[in-house]
């Protein structure tokens, strides 16, 4: 019987992205410059092996982070 407490686990198979090609769809970039971000530390993501990997929560969230940054800072596009 589940307890208050106890959450329903999300796989992490759902939430990870494997490779520049996956990482790049998710955020509309070329791979060439997902490379470039991810290097640079500019994108929460890294390596597992010779594989680039990401969250795809964790992409959204930087995401969020930059955008409500940009817009509290008043500056426009």
Do not use: K
Request: glycine residues 6%; neutral net charge.
């Amino acid at each position: 019987m589940p307890r208050e407490n106890d959450r329903v686990a999300t796989p992490i198979v759902a939430d990870l992205l494997r490779g520049l090609d996956e990482i790049a769809a998710f955020i509309d970039e070329s791979p060439h410059r997902t490379a470039q971000l991810i290097r640079r530390g500019e994108l929460p993501a890294g390596r597992l092996g010779n594989e680039y990997i990401a969250s795809r929560q964790r992409l959204r969230q930087h995401y969020a982070d930059l955008t409500a940054a940009f817009l509290s800072s008043g500056q426009t596009a």
